[in-house]
C-alpha cells in the first residue's frame, strides 16, 4: 500500500471513529507499528491530526476531512447519481456546480456526454470549485466560469464577498448542490458557512436546483444552512434511500431519483 492510500485509509478511520491507536490501525492496514507511528507523526506536522501516546486523534471538535484525503466512499453511487444528474441537464444550459466529491462526478459525467461534445458553447459552467474547473476546462465546448474568491485548502472552493459580484450578474438554468446533511425540516447544509454562503447564491441565481446526494447524507444535519428543502426541485440519491425518506421529501414537494 502507497503512502498515499495509507493517509488516506488512517484519515478516514480517523473521521469514522475519532481516536484511533497504533496498534489498532497497524492490525487494519496490515503495516508494522513503526510505519503507522511515522504516519501519525506526519500528518501531525501537517496539522491532519493530534498525535497522543500510542496513538492520534482527530484534529478539533468538528472535523471535516479534505477533499484530497478523501477515498471513494460511496464510489459506485455516487457515480450513477452522477450520471443521473447529468441526463437532467439539456444542452445549451448555464449550469451551477458547486465543490464536493458528488460533483465533481456530475462534472466528469457531463464532460463524456456525446451529445455535449460540441456546441457554441455545449454548456456553460459556473462554479466555485478549482478542481472542477481544471477538469472542464480542457472540453473547448464548454465555457467555464469561476466564481473568484478565497481558496478553501479542504474542498477546493473558493469562498468569500468576492465571489458576490460574479453571482450578482449571472442567471443559471439549473444549480447542482453537493451537501452533506439534507434534512426536509432542516434543508441542505454544509460544513463551513463561508463555503454554504456561496453554494446559496448559487441557487437563489438558478432556474432550479437539483441535489446530488447519497442517501448516507439523507436525514442529516451540519453546521451551516445552504438553503431550505422548499428551494430544491429534485434529489437525486441512491436505492438505498428509504422509503419513507423518499415520502417525506415528495411530501415537501421535492422530486426524487433513486438510482
Same mark, same amino acid.
Given at each position: 500500500?502507497?503512502?498515499? @492510500?495509507?493517509?488516506?485509509?488512517?484519515? *478516514?478511520?480517523?473521521?469514522? #471513529?475519532?481516536?484511533?491507536?497504533?496498534?489498532?490501525?497497524?492490525? *487494519?492496514? +496490515?503495516?508494522?507499528?513503526?510505519?503507522?507511528? &511515522?504516519?501519525?507523526?506526519?500528518?501531525?506536522?501537517?496539522?491532519?491530526?493530534?498525535?497522543?501516546?500510542? /496513538?492520534?486523534?482527530?484534529? $478539533?471538535?468538528?472535523?471535516?476531512?479534505?477533499?484530497?484525503?478523501? +477515498?471513494?466512499?460511496?464510489?459506485?453511487?455516487?457515480?450513477?447519481? !452522477?450520471?443521473?444528474? %447529468?441526463?437532467?441537464?439539456?444542452? /445549451?444550459?448555464?449550469?451551477?456546480?458547486?465543490?464536493?466529491?458528488?460533483?465533481?462526478?456530475?462534472? #466528469?459525467?457531463?464532460?463524456?456526454?456525446?451529445?455535449?461534445?460540441? /456546441?457554441?458553447?455545449?454548456?456553460?459552467?459556473?462554479?466555485?470549485?478549482?478542481?472542477?474547473?481544471?477538469?472542464?476546462?480542457? #472540453?473547448?465546448?464548454?465555457?467555464?466560469?469561476?466564481?473568484?474568491?478565497? !481558496?478553501?485548502?479542504?474542498?477546493?472552493?473558493?469562498? $468569500?464577498?468576492?465571489?458576490?459580484?460574479?453571482? /450578482?450578474?449571472?442567471?443559471?438554468?439549473?444549480?447542482?448542490?453537493?451537501?452533506?446533511?439534507?434534512?426536509?425540516?432542516? $434543508?441542505?447544509?454544509?460544513?463551513?458557512?463561508? *463555503?454554504?454562503?456561496?453554494?446559496?447564491?448559487?441557487?437563489?441565481?438558478?432556474?432550479?436546483?437539483?441535489?446530488?446526494?447519497?442517501?448516507?447524507?439523507?436525514?442529516?444535519?451540519?453546521? !451551516? &444552512?445552504?438553503?431550505? @428543502?422548499?428551494? =430544491?426541485?429534485?434529489?437525486? +440519491?441512491?436505492? %438505498?434511500?428509504?422509503?419513507?425518506?423518499? #415520502? &417525506?421529501?415528495? *411530501?415537501?414537494?421535492?422530486?426524487?431519483? !433513486? =438510482?
Amino acid at each position: 500500500m502507497s503512502r498515499d @492510500a495509507r493517509w488516506k485509509a488512517l484519515l *478516514e478511520l480517523l473521521v469514522e #471513529r475519532g481516536r484511533l491507536d497504533v496498534e489498532e490501525a497497524a492490525a *487494519e492496514l +496490515t503495516v508494522s507499528a513503526a510505519t503507522i507511528r &511515522r504516519d501519525f507523526d506526519q500528518l501531525a506536522e501537517q496539522q491532519m491530526l493530534v498525535r497522543t501516546r500510542g /496513538g492520534a486523534v482527530v484534529h $478539533g471538535v468538528s472535523y471535516e476531512l479534505p477533499l484530497r484525503y478523501k +477515498t471513494a466512499r460511496h464510489a459506485s453511487e455516487k457515480q450513477r447519481i !452522477a450520471k443521473a444528474v %447529468a441526463d437532467l441537464v439539456a444542452p /445549451g444550459e448555464a449550469v451551477g456546480l458547486t465543490g464536493g466529491t458528488t460533483t465533481t462526478e456530475v462534472a #466528469r459525467a457531463l464532460a463524456v456526454r456525446s451529445d455535449l461534445a460540441t /456546441g457554441s458553447p455545449a454548456l456553460t459552467i459556473v462554479t466555485n470549485a478549482l478542481n472542477i474547473a481544471n477538469e472542464l476546462a480542457v #472540453r473547448p465546448q464548454f465555457k467555464i466560469v469561476l466564481t473568484g474568491g478565497v !481558496a478553501r485548502p479542504q474542498s477546493y472552493e473558493l469562498v $468569500g464577498p468576492l465571489a458576490d459580484g460574479v453571482l /450578482g450578474q449571472i442567471t443559471l438554468d439549473v444549480a447542482v448542490l453537493g451537501v452533506v446533511a439534507f434534512d426536509v425540516t432542516h $434543508g441542505t447544509a454544509a460544513h463551513d458557512e463561508a *463555503e454554504a454562503a456561496i453554494n446559496r447564491l448559487l441557487c437563489e441565481r438558478a432556474e432550479r436546483v437539483l441535489v446530488a446526494a447519497d442517501s448516507s447524507k439523507l436525514g442529516q444535519r451540519a453546521f !451551516a &444552512r445552504i438553503c431550505a @428543502a422548499d428551494a =430544491v426541485d429534485t434529489l437525486v +440519491t441512491d436505492v %438505498a434511500v428509504s422509503e419513507d425518506m423518499v #415520502r &417525506r421529501f415528495e *411530501e415537501a414537494g421535492i422530486t426524487v431519483v !433513486a =438510482v
